[in-house]
């Protein structure tokens, strides 16, 4: 089984699966049940909670290709993931710049 954590510092490629790419602070990803215990334990990462009631999500613009989208992409993601993104600069949670990002064909509804 997997489960779904939030890493709390970078996640160097390939600590868990060749594969992996390397995983941003912040940033959620699933990893398998042994290697989130040991990511946990050494304090790289925590369970990913589901958002609790009160906890809106937060709209952002992305400003790096990564696991949620390309840049210019505006993704309404939880308020730690997002707060982690904005931190390590991969995403602006600024009204101006994400309703400037939602005027981009990229974030226009396809017809």
Do not use: W
């Not at 600590?15 to 912040?26: K, L, M, N, S, V």
């Not at 904005?86 to 017809?111: C, R």
């Amino acid at each position: 089984m997997k489960k779904s954590l939030i890493a709390l510092a970078v996640i160097a490629a390939a600590t868990f699966a060749a594969d992996q790419a390397e995983i941003p602070a912040g940033a959620a990803f699933e990893a398998p049940d042994d290697e989130a215990d040991k990511l946990i334990a050494n304090g790289q990462a925590k369970l990913a909670e589901a958002p609790t009631k009160g906890t809106k999500p937060v709209k952002v613009r992305l400003l790096i290709a990564c696991e949620h989208g390309n840049p210019n992409d505006v993704r309404e993601l939880p308020a730690d993931v997002a707060r982690g993104l904005v931190k390590s600069g991969d995403a602006d949670d600024d009204k101006t710049a994400v309703a400037y990002a939602a005027t981009l064909p990229q974030n226009q509804k396809k017809s």
